[in-house]
């Protein structure tokens, strides 16, 4: 059975944070995840359907061992969120100016 890492709300640190969204796919997956306001599978959460699926995996992996997904197995799919409430406690409106600025 799959096991998921997910750090405390405690553990999350601004550098892993900055580090994970740092890469430009991540960041793209991050912003899927919000526009859409539900959990989304990993394959429905890739901006490029071309990605292969071990690089989608690895990229998932950065983002919940940072903080900033949950991530859940339903059946054979992996279900993903971002932890918004936990990302605004540790550091508030951190998440929202990181993806105000990245679109500019």
């Known amino acids: 059975m799959v096991q998921f890492v997910h750090p405390a709300r405690d553990d999350i640190t601004l550098a892993g944070i900055l580090a994970a969204l740092a890469d430009p796919m ?3 997956i991050v912003k899927a995840l919000l ?19 071990s690089t989608l995996s690895n990229h998932f992996r ?7 997904i ?7 799919a992996h279900y993903n969120t971002v932890r918004e409430a936990d990302l605004n406690a540790r550091f508030p409106g951190l998440l929202k100016a990181i993806l ?5």
Not at 44 to 51: D, N, Q
């Open 26 to 28: 991540r960041l793209r």
């Open 35 to 53: 526009e859409e306001g539900d959990r989304l599978s990993c394959t429905a959460a890739a901006p490029c359907p071309e990605i292969p699926k």
């Open 100 to 104: 105000k600025h990245a679109a500019e």
């Open 70 to 76: 949950h991530t859940a197995k339903k059946g054979v």
């Open 62 to 68: 950065v983002l919940r061992e940072a903080g900033l």
